[in-house]
């Protein structure tokens, strides 16, 4: 890769130079577009026939891209109904049942079914950090990591998913999100029967059994499990409400607040008493109820 690229702020001619080829241009997005075609592979899709003009920085998302245009999977696992349409992809899924992880680390005993999982682990130990950014200081042990954070600079989200629009720079997020439409909670309590869709939902969870309260509010005492609620916290002191109605002017400091509030739209009363036909559009008032039928302090 070559040496580092200045891009300077908007002049009076507002042009952006590239310190290694002499190329200029007045738009900002253009030269980082070009320094990224410069130095980093561009997959291209192949389809000569369709004359498709599709191109990203991402292997995966060239590789889904071919999917979505060709739909062929020929290479089959004769142990699931797993099935790919790059062999090289179905003998790393055979690893999965064999349980190998041929690639052995010779300072440690890290090992991996991945060659390439073994280089970047090479590098925790040399600390060589050869991918760098030319638009800012930030450099990685992992060119996945380089063109992931070049999607900050360009606004790319390369990983899609196929069932809503949501899409995201980075493939764990996605597998995340594909845990919401599947249903799918991997991660379970070893306490009790909670389980999550993320490693980190399931890590805040644990917190309410060992009472930890890491984050912690730097205006006030307030202290949580979790960030998020911390963050919804600092709401209280800075007046954001971020959460806007679409059909009048209420906005909320919370996204289940602005829900709440748009059944007063839509007449939606999911809450409903076991007992009698009462129902309502919050849970809150739906416990108070049930008081009347018990005379006790019921949970829901």
Same mark, same amino acid.
């Given at each position: 890769? &070559? ?273 009698? &036909? ?23």
């Amino acid at each position: 890769m &070559d040496g580092p690229v200045s891009i300077d702020e908007p002049s009076k001619t507002q042009l952006y130079y590239c310190h290694n080829c002499g190329f200029n241009t007045n738009k900002k997005t253009i030269l980082i577009r070009h320094l990224i075609h410069r130095n980093l592979k561009t997959q291209m899709c192949k389809d000569t026939h369709k004359n498709c003009n599709y191109k990203t920085l991402f292997y995966t998302s060239s590789t889904n891209h071919k999917r979505k245009t060709t739909g062929k999977k020929q290479f089959k696992c004769n142990m699931c109904n797993y099935c790919s349409n790059v062999k090289a992809n179905l003998k790393v899924h055979i690893l999965t049942h064999t349980g190998e992880k041929p690639f052995k680390c010779h300072i440690c005993n890290y090992t991996s079914k991945y060659k390439a999982n073994l280089q970047v682990h090479i590098r925790t130990h040399t600390g060589e950090k050869p991918f760098k950014c030319n638009l800012c200081n930030f450099c990685s042990n992992q060119m996945f990591s380089l063109k992931r954070h070049i999607c900050k600079h360009t606004g790319e989200k390369p990983f899609q998913c196929n069932t809503c629009d949501y899409c995201t720079t980075n493939m764990e997020n996605l597998k995340n999100h594909m845990h919401k439409h599947t249903g799918d909670k991997p991660f379970k309590c070893n306490i009790c029967d909670y389980s999550g869709i993320t490693k980190a939902v399931l890590k805040s969870h644990m917190r309410k059994h060992t009472g930890d309260k890491p984050f912690k509010c730097n205006i006030c005492n307030y202290c949580s499990a979790s960030m998020g609620n911390v963050k919804t916290h600092m709401r209280k002191h800075t007046g954001e409400k971020p959460f806007k109605c679409s059909i009048c002017n209420y906005s909320g400091i919370t996204k289940s607040v602005l829900k709440t509030h748009m059944r007063k739209h839509t007449g939606e009363k999911p809450f409903k008493c076991n007992i009698c &036909d009462y129902s309502s559009s919050q849970s809150g008032c739906l416990k108070t109820h049930l008081r009347k039928h018990t005379g006790e302090n019921l949970s829901v």
